[in-house]
């Protein structure tokens, strides 16, 4: 991706000023259902290098401030059919191979039940997940 740092590059710099002991063990880069760079890139994507290079990957702009709720893939919908626009969101991210968290921003309380009501729900099956990109 034009303009992108280089992940494998910047462990490097870590190890050359803290030796193999580094403490640069997370990143943060934005991730949702309409801005998936970092799952499909090749030859390989950003989140295969993070988990080749011992990084965790934390993905913000799950709900790209609401921006992705009108524009549902509709399989992800079929996958869904009990959930919000905004659950599904959520879901599509935190069930994203490679990602070890998605941040959600809640700005009101009926936000916070809503998005809470993902805590009790299983991520995507690999092969459901894979599925949204056929």
């Avoid at 390989?44 to 913000?60: D, F, H, M, P, T």
Wanted: charged fraction near 15%; include cysteine.
């Amino acid at each position: 991706m034009k303009g992108a740092l280089s992940l494998p590059r910047m462990v490097e710099i870590a190890e050359e000023e803290c030796g193999p002991e580094h403490h640069f063990r997370f990143t943060q880069l934005p991730f949702n259902v309409g801005m998936v760079e970092a799952y499909v890139g090749t030859p390989e994507s950003v989140l295969q290098e993070a988990s080749r290079l011992g990084i965790a990957v934390v993905a913000s702009a799950t709900l790209s401030q609401t921006q992705v709720l009108a524009n549902m893939p509709a399989r992800l919908t079929q996958l869904t059919p009990d959930m919000t626009n905004a659950q599904r969101a959520i879901q599509f991210t935190r069930s994203t191979p490679g990602i070890a968290a998605a941040l959600v921003g809640m700005g009101r309380p009926d936000h916070v039940r809503e998005n809470i009501g993902m805590a009790s729900v299983s991520p995507l099956s690999l092969e459901q997940y894979a599925g949204l990109y056929r």
